[in-house]
Nanobody, 124 residues
């Protein structure tokens, strides 16, 4: 029922910008709490950002606060992550996720649906 697909990943130089997108099945973005996570080789998947159903609330990991912006367009069933001032440590596979229960979540186990991920590589 819920399908998520990321896109927009790629190679970018340190200090540059990139926007990744998550296209969801109809109604998902507006009916679920949405979030972005990332995972690097040898590390656990970590929280990046989350957004409420009506875009009235957002939450960011300290490591990306001030640099990344989460947003979404309910009419297009699409969520975005604008990444600015990218650093090599931002290199990871970025995943979008949907959470059924109320409240913004920061833990992997709180989310019920996941996309396949998109690779973001930041070069020095």
């Amino acid at each position: 029922q819920v399908q998520l697909a990321e896109s927009g990943g790629g190679l970018v130089q340190a200090g540059g910008s990139l926007r990744v997108s998550c296209t969801a099945s109809e109604g998902t973005v507006s009916n679920y709490r949405m979030g972005w996570f990332r995972q690097s080789p040898g590390k656990e998947r970590e929280f990046v950002a989350a957004i409420s159903r009506f875009s009235l609330g957002t939450l960011y990991a300290d490591s990306v606060k001030g640099r990344f912006t989460i947003s979404k367009d309910n009419s297009k069933n699409t969520m975005y992550l604008q990444m600015n001032t990218l650093k090599p440590e931002d290199t990871a596979v970025y995943y979008c996720a949907a959470k059924s229960q109320a409240g913004l979540g920061t833990k992997v186990e709180e989310y019920d649906y996941w996309g396949q991920g998109t690779q973001v590589t930041v070069s020095t």
